[in-house]
Each structure stands twice: as C-alpha cells, then as structure tokens.
C-alpha cells in the first residue's frame, strides 16, 4: 500500500504556469502512476500517464502539448508541469498509482487503486 499527497496547487492567470507535485509514502518506482482532475459538477478525467520507467507517457486530448508528467523515483515524487493555463484547466488535481491492468497505457479511473486528497488548481482570465 503507499500513500499520495498532491501539492502545489494555487490561483494562477490564464496564460501562465504552474507544477503540482504527488509525494509518495514509500518506493513507488514499481507503479505506474497517473495525473486526473475533476472540475466542478463534472465527472474525474484523466490527464496523465507516466510508466514507472519512465518510458512512456500519455495525455488527454485536452492537456496535450501543455502538460509535462514527470517522476522523481529517487525522490518517490511524481510532478505534473502545467503550462499555458486555461480557465478550464480549473479543477480539484489528483495522482494516482495504477494497481489493476498497468502492463499497457490505462486512463481507466477503476484501474487506479492509490489516490491523494487532491489539490486545487483555478485559472483566472
């Protein structure tokens, strides 16, 4: 089992940046780990993926080209670089850890057994 905590969160204006990070309780070099993000009133979606080699990485059609997934194993993080902000990037932030159906890309929510509490991210226009 292994905890996450998400952080990083924060108002930011349209246009701008912003890195949110997911520190893991223990090694988690063994997980393939994922980025999702629920907006208000709206269903969680995915928006990363990240194999634990780091090898292979997937975006929704929504973040790509502007989201970066990345990890730090040595330092049992996971980061997710969120550039050129858009209002509707507004939403609670979540990393999860993959522990059903990870040997291939899955942006299925039920595959993701491990999750933190979330953090904020609001874009302003």
């Known amino acids: 089992q292994v905890q996450l905590a998400e952080s990083g969160g924060g108002l930011v204006q349209a246009g701008g940046s912003l890195r949110i990070s997911c520190a893991a309780s223990?090694?988690?070099?063994?997980?393939?780990m994922g980025w999702f993000r629920q907006a208000p009133g709206k269903e969680r979606e995915f928006v990363a993926y990240?194999?634990?080699?780091?090898?292979?990485?997937r975006y929704s059609d929504s973040v790509k080209g502007r989201f970066t997934i990345s990890r730090d194993n040595s330092k049992n993080t996971l980061y997710l670089q969120m550039d050129s902000l858009r209002p509707e990037d507004t939403a609670l932030y979540f990393c999860?850890?993959?522990?059903?159906?990870?040997?291939?890309?899955?942006?299925?929510?039920?595959?993701?057994?491990?999750w933190g509490q979330g953090t904020q991210v609001t874009v302003s226009t």
């Open positions: 990240i194999d634990a080699l780091q090898r292979d990485t």
């Open positions: 223990r090694p988690f070099h063994n997980y393939v």
């Open positions: 999860a850890a993959c522990v059903r159906d990870c040997m291939e890309f899955t942006a299925n929510l039920s595959h993701y057994g491990y």
